[in-house]
Structures are given as structure tokens and as C-alpha cells.
């Protein structure tokens, strides 16, 4: 899938979490690292590619892209394993633990589990392309949707343009037009 693609339906797989299992209470600060945490999560199984977006916003990220491709074992391999999405969770906490005395009242645990979503989004969507995917890595066996390879999708051609984006769109729609009441209270109950 595109990057777009993944943005969407990481953006929209969170939304249908939280409208399922909206949060106690919410602060602007938890909110914003969510959405941002989110959109990394999206993409971030792809950053074992050099010309991920990811690193083409660095100034030698090319650079860093080669050499993390080649420790990842390649496009497609370690990053989109349940093994990768363990590695990446465990770093991401890791991470926002250090960032914890400067965050304040940011509640964390949110902001993890909007990367999680995103990262699950994209394996689920990677697991629709003709390359399909890692998941049970180190054991060599790719798993796609469905099990017959010639009826999965080509990442960027008309089936994921045509029908999976605007249907990541419709489905977002209809999420939040059901939703409606408990996101609004969500929003208007943020504590600042």
C-alpha cells in the first residue's frame, strides 16, 4: 500500500477504537502525541526501505534508510513480523519513558497504544498486497488476503486507488457520523 493509504487507515483504525473504547479522560497534549504517534505507527514498518518517506525527510536519510534496510533484513521482512511489532513496541515504550519527566500530564499509555493501532494497521494492509507478509518470522512462510497470491492487490494501482482509499475514506465517515455524540464529549471534556 501507499503511504497515504497506511496514513488513512491508521488515522481511521484509531478513530474506531476510540469511538469502541473512548478514554476516561483525555488532555490536548495526550491527544495531539496520539495522532502524531499514530501517523508514525502507520509507516513505520516501512522504514526498512531507503526511499520511505521517513527517511527522505532527514538530511542523510537515505543514508540511515541503506544501512536500517540492510539490519532489518530488506523491505518486508523483520518490520512487518509480529517479531518487528514486539521490537517496536518495546522501543517506542522505552522511548516514551525517557520522554516522561518533560510530558507532564501527557498519558502515555494512550500515545503507545496509538502507535500500536497505526503499526497494526499497516501489517493488516500489507497482508493485501501480492507480496503479502512476514508475520510468523523467522519462519519462512509469507501470509496473505487471501491465501491465493494472484487475487491479492498491487501496491499503488487502481484497486487500492479506486476502492481501498475511498473506502478507508467512507468507513471513517461512517465511524464518525455514528460516533458523533461520544467524540464531541470526548473534544468538549479535554482537559487542558
Known amino acids: 500500500m501507499t503511504g497515504r493509504t497506511h496514513d488513512l ?15 476516561a479522560s483525555l488532555t490536548l497534549s495526550t491527544l495531539l502525541l496520539a495522532l502524531l504517534a499514530n501517523q508514525i505507527g502507520g509507516v513505520v514498518p516501512d522504514v526498512d526501505q531507503p526511499t520511505a518517506p521517513f527517511w527522505r525527510n532527514l538530511p542523510i536519510g537515505n543514508v540511515f534508510g541503506k544501512v536500517f534496510g540492510r539490519l532489518s533484513g530488506g523491505h518486508r521482512f523483520l518490520t512487518h513480523s ?29 500515545v503507545w497504544w496509538a502507535f500500536m493501532i497505526g503499526m497494526v494497521s499497516h501489517l493488516v494492509l500489507d497482508s ?17 488476503i487471501p491465501p491465493i497470491r494472484r487475487l491479492r492487490m498491487v501496491t499503488g494501482k487502481k484497486l487500492e486507488k479506486l476502492i481501498v ?28
Open 9 to 23: 487507515a491508521a488515522f481511521t483504525a484509531l478513530a474506531a477504537v476510540v469511538a469502541v473504547y473512548p478514554p
Open 82 to 110: 509480529i517479531l518487528g511489532l514486539i521490537l517496536f513496541g518495546l522501543a517506542v515504550r522505552a522511548f516514551l519513558s525517557v520522554l516522561q519527566p518533560i510530558l507532564g500530564q501527557t498519558d502515555l499509555g494512550i
Open 128 to 144: 493485501f498486497t501480492k507480496e503479502g507478509i512476514p508475520l510468523l518470522l523467522p519462519l519462512p512462510i509469507s501470509f496473505g
Open 165 to 192: 482509499f475511498p473506502g478507508l475514506i467512507l468507513l471513517a465517515v461512517i465511524i464518525f457520523g455514528l460516533y458523533t455524540p461520544a467524540f464531541l464529549d470526548l473534544l468538549h471534556n479535554i482537559n487542558k
